[in-house]
């Protein structure tokens, strides 16, 4: 299957998370968007990293077959194979765990910061490696258990503020001055997080890439949706993002 976007950025995640991502680069960047929703892998952070490297690859061919000038790999989990995939794929390929942490580099001032992430990404130690090179402590939370909610739109429910409650029982102890919300789903639980984060500073994936020539600004941007996964679950990006219509493919 060839996807006829030339000159559009691809911008992919497991689900309705990475359209956080994406309304901060239709701010930031006007341009051409086609947005892939993987429903049909999620989630992804209880994959195996070779199952997610496979997968990321067939998106990314499937990107590059359709003629996009640039990918964004809007997801946490996911950028922990940004370099690999570089070396394959000859189109810049952007992640949000380098500008998430330039962010959180500026933001700390005790140098002692916590990560709300996926079991995969904590697992990974990606933001520990990245912020130790800064002489950055973190202090990391596995929150798997989070990304479902928000996916299937129970944020609402008496469930998913007990499991909030579980997990982060323990983070205002922390001692960490900076809250990395490192998963796209996690700024769609900001009224639980809120209980435990109190007022230690929150810094949420961003998108201050460097733009270059693949990334070309529009007058007039359109934005694409496609989805892996069911009806329901693209539908339920309508509570996230307005009015989407997401067109099914298969994968």
Same mark, same amino acid.
Request: proline share 4%; net charge neutral; charged share 15%.
């Given at each position: 299957?060839?996807?006829?976007?030339?000159?559009?950025?691809?911008?992919?995640?497991?689900?309705?998370?990475?359209?956080?991502?994406?309304?901060?680069?239709?701010?930031?960047?006007?341009?051409?968007?086609?947005?892939?929703?993987?429903?049909?892998?999620?989630?992804?952070?209880?994959?195996?990293?070779?199952?997610?490297?496979?997968?990321?690859?067939?998106? #990314?061919?499937?990107?590059?077959?359709?003629?996009?000038?640039?990918?964004?790999? =809007?997801?946490?989990?996911?950028?922990?194979? @940004?370099?690999?995939?570089?070396?394959?794929?000859?189109?810049?390929?952007?992640?949000?765990?380098?500008?998430?942490?330039?962010?959180?580099? =500026?933001?700390?001032?005790?140098?002692?910061?916590?990560?709300? =992430?996926?079991?995969?990404?904590?697992?990974?130690? #990606?933001?520990?490696?990245?912020?130790?090179?800064?002489?950055?402590?973190?202090?990391?939370?596995?929150?798997?258990?989070?990304?479902?909610?928000?996916?299937?739109?129970?944020?609402?429910?008496?469930?998913?503020?007990?499991?909030?409650?579980?997990?982060?029982?323990?983070?205002?102890?922390?001692?960490?001055?900076?809250?990395?919300?490192?998963?796209?789903?996690?700024?769609?639980?900001?009224?639980?997080?809120?209980?435990?984060?109190?007022?230690?500073?929150?810094?949420?994936?961003?998108?201050?890439?460097?733009?270059?020539?693949? #990334?070309?600004?529009?007058? @007039?941007?359109?934005?694409?949706?496609?989805?892996?996964?069911?009806?329901?679950?693209?539908?339920? @990006?309508?509570?996230?993002?307005?009015?989407?219509?997401?067109?099914?493919?298969? #994968?």
């Amino acid at each position: 299957m060839n996807l006829p976007y030339k000159n559009y950025v691809g911008v992919l995640d497991s689900g309705v998370g990475g359209l956080t991502v994406l309304r901060q680069l239709v701010r930031q960047y006007p341009c051409n968007y086609v947005y892939l929703a993987d429903g049909a892998f999620f989630p992804y952070g209880t994959k195996s990293s070779d199952q997610l490297l496979a997968r990321l690859r067939k998106i #990314i061919s499937l990107f590059v077959n359709g003629g996009v000038s640039a990918v964004v790999v =809007a997801c946490n989990t996911a950028s922990v194979f @940004a370099d690999t995939l570089r070396e394959q794929f000859e189109i810049p390929i952007f992640d949000v765990v380098t500008p998430t942490c330039n962010a959180v580099a =500026a933001a700390t001032q005790t140098k002692r910061v916590a990560l709300l =992430a996926t079991d995969a990404t904590v697992q990974s130690n #990606i933001y520990g490696t990245v912020l130790a090179q800064r002489g950055i402590d973190v202090t990391s939370f596995a929150c798997s258990a989070f990304v479902p909610f928000v996916e299937n739109g129970q944020v609402d429910t008496v469930e998913c503020e007990q499991v909030v409650a579980d997990t982060l029982r323990c983070l205002p102890q922390a001692d960490t001055d900076t809250v990395i919300l490192g998963c796209t789903h996690f700024p769609l639980l900001s009224k639980h997080l809120a209980k435990y984060v109190g007022n230690m500073r929150t810094v949420q994936c961003v998108t201050d890439f460097v733009p270059d020539d693949s #990334i070309k600004v529009f007058g @007039a941007p359109n934005t694409v949706f496609l989805t892996t996964g069911s009806d329901f679950a693209a539908n339920r @990006a309508s509570l996230w993002y307005g009015k989407t219509r997401f067109v099914h493919i298969d #994968i």
